[in-house]
């Protein structure tokens, strides 16, 4: 059973490990820095569609992302 801790680890993990800093990610998603800071605290989940673009502007697959791979 895939739980949303789990998810929520690896997103934050994809965050902390890309070449980019948070408010890079931001600015690319059009979305406040703090945002991301909340992701990565665990504070809360991005709505589907930011989720799909987080993914790419990472570059790691979402099934990743949700353990499906």
Known sequence: ?????????RLREAIKYSNLSQKEIAEKLGINPSTISKYTRLDIFPALDTFANLCEILDVSADEILGLK
């Not at 059973?1 to 680890?9: F, L, P, R, V």
Request: no cysteine; hydrophobic share 45%; net charge neutral.
């Open 1 to 9: 059973m895939i739980k949303a801790e789990e998810i929520q680890k």
